[in-house]
């Protein structure tokens, strides 16, 4: 599996958290989660077509645009894949997308439906060798489509960045003293204009900060000792990041990263083996 990462400056800082790049050639068909994250995803495929797999049966899309979440949505594929994934900033996303993060909660959209013109941004993709002219375009895409938002007020961008510097941990009644809203007002503006309350928008950073950090004790072959990484991410105890694995990512800490890291997966914590079983 290839991936490349790209932080675009200029204009689209603080918009877009990222561009990712990824290609797989050949493996067996799987189904991938997308947990809930700090930011709106737009997957632009160049290969097979993203299947969203949903109760009432599977879409195929060659352009998903997935606003924030908390809890999974399963993407399968047939073993083959590449594209790339952009991260928006709940923040910028009426600048790029014309609408607030407010409207998108919790919805998974072919990206036509939001993002004019990005069948023919899907087409150039496909064209274009090489991931730094891939980025370029994809820049190009998002420059001419950004424009001044007046709407996101000062307050909501002070608690979200307050929220991320403080991994997640800053109380609402805190949050609202700070800004000098009430917590009411403060909650209805946040589902507003970044599409989670404080709260659930604290767990999601929160989360995220734990995911990330499993997937990097791994990726540098350390133990992903969950009592440490709980502690480390402002969980009381090692049951309550296993009970918030479960409701946004729908497994355990372990079956999430036996599912990730495939059947090599294998540590030993208590004196026990742990792997695909968790």
């Known amino acids: 599996m290839e991936m490349v990462s790209h932080v675009p400056g200029g204009v689209l800082r603080g918009r877009v958290a990222e561009l990712c790049g990824y290609r797989q050639e050949a493996g067996a068909p799987r189904t991938h989660r997308g947990v809930p994250s700090p930011w709106l995803t737009v997957v632009v495929s160049f290969e097979e077509p993203v299947r969203v797999v949903e109760e009432t049966g599977v879409r195929e899309l060659g352009v998903v645009l997935g606003g924030l979440h908390t809890e999974p949505v399963l993407l399968a594929h047939g073993g083959r894949q590449a594209g790339v994934q ?50 370029r375009l994809v820049e190009e895409f998002l420059l001419r489509r950004a424009r001044p938002d007046p709407g996101v007020a000062d307050e909501v961008v002070h608690g979200w960045r307050l929220l991320h510097r403080t991994g997640g941990a800053a109380r609402v009644e805190e949050l609202a003293e700070e800004l000098g809203w009430s917590a009411r007002y403060l909650r209805r503006r946040f589902r507003e204009q970044v599409g989670l309350s404080p709260k659930a928008a604290g767990r999601v950073i929160r989360f995220d900060r734990a995911r990330t950090e499993l997937r990097g004790r791994l990726g540098t072959g350390r133990e992903p000792c969950l009592a440490e990484v709980a502690h480390g991410c402002g969980y009381a105890d090692q049951a309550h990041l296993t009970r918030e694995f479960r409701a946004m990512a729908g497994l355990s800490p372990l079956r999430y990263l036996a599912e990730e890291f495939g059947p090599e997966f294998r540590f030993v914590q208590d004196g026990e083996e742990h792997g695909e079983g968790g």
């Not at 790029?96 to 998108?104: D, F, H, I, N, R």
């Not at 990206?111 to 060798?129: F, Q, S």
């Open 86 to 135: 952009i991260g928006l900033s709940p923040l910028g996303a009426r600048s790029l997308l014309g609408v607030p993060a407010g409207e998108l909660t919790g919805s998974v959209l072919a990206g036509e439906e939001v993002l004019a013109g990005v069948g023919e941004l899907r087409e150039r993709l496909v064209e274009t060798g090489g991931w730094r002219a891939r980025f």
